[in-house]
């Protein structure tokens, strides 16, 4: 069976950093093929170069999450983009909007995100989009941005993460090439918003992820989330859409290597 790619996890996160060989095993026994690992700020971006040597399993991509707006210095960007032209790094990201915790200026997350999408465009690699409370206004960043890309020759210019908006929302992402990344809160009973969203968004542009260490499956409600269980989001897409565990699995795993430009290799000894 074709193995799962976990297009966003943070196993830097000190909750699972100290049982990154554990959970990188539990990954490989789960049939995992890949993990997008994502930096949201200096220490965790640096991490995740480091990680990501260690493992072919680990996919590193580097960012500023909106959180951080406030703090960014033209000197962090300019690193930034210095870790992000590395051949190892995938996307930029975790970049985007927060405007429900709002924990920096909506002007500074504005001029950063924008900065950002600038820097992905410079080094030709797409960028893993966070959008909370944001998710009609971040078009007016991301849709110029997408025309840009693709006129350069990227095949996708972005996932939107752990996508929280409707199907009717995320249509303007799909027609400008995103892909959407279901998370396993798929799994929640009244989620219905991500269950619709799941079913309807073409599998041809869907990938899944676990955003490790948040948000785990139904079944783990209350522990950490960790890349093996991005499996439980499969299944219940397949549930949804009535199809097999396999063509989800199959269809999301060549989604995520078209996205971040790879070519994935089963674990050896996976299950």
């Known amino acids: 069976m074709t193995g799962a790619f976990d297009t966003h996890c943070h196993i830097q996160d000190p909750k699972l950093l100290e049982d990154v060989d554990g959970v990188l095993e539990r990954a490989r026994l789960a049939g995992l093929e890949g993990m997008a690992l994502c930096g949201y700020h200096a220490a965790s971006n640096e991490l995740a170069l480091e990680l990501a040597a260690r493992s072919p399993l680990l996919f ?10 406030d703090d960014v210095t033209p000197a962090m960007l300019a690193e930034l983009e210095s870790q992000a032209t590395l051949p190892a790094v995938v996307a930029v990201g975790e970049i985007g909007l927060d405007f429900y915790r709002n924990l920096s200026s909506a002007a500074n997350q504005c001029k950063l995100l924008d900065a950002q999408l600038e820097i992905a465009l410079r080094v030709g690699k797409p960028v893993c989009v966070h959008s909370r409370s944001a998710e009609d206004v971040i078009y007016d960043h991301l849709g110029p941005y997408a025309s ?15 996508f929280g908006g409707t199907f009717e929302q995320a249509q303007p992402y ?26 309807l968004v073409p599998l041809e542009s869907l990938v899944i992820e676990t955003d490790s260490p948040y948000l785990p499956p139904q079944v783990k409600r209350g522990k950490l989330n960790e890349p093996a269980n991005v499996v439980e989001a499969a299944r219940a897409i397949a549930a949804l859409r009535q199809v097999s565990l396999e063509d989800v699995l199959e269809a999301t795993t060549r989604n995520a290597e078209r996205l971040f430009g790879i070519r994935v290799a089963k674990p050896v000894g996976a299950a």
């Open 174 to 199: 799909l027609e400008a090439g995103f892909v959407v990344s279901v998370s396993c809160t798929v799994t929640y009973p009244k989620n219905d918003t991500t269950m619709l969203l799941a079913q």
């Open 60 to 69: 590193p991509a580097v960012g500023f999450h909106p959180h951080e707006a």
């Open 148 to 162: 840009r890309a693709r006129a350069n020759g990227m095949t996708v210019p972005g996932v939107m993460h752990c």
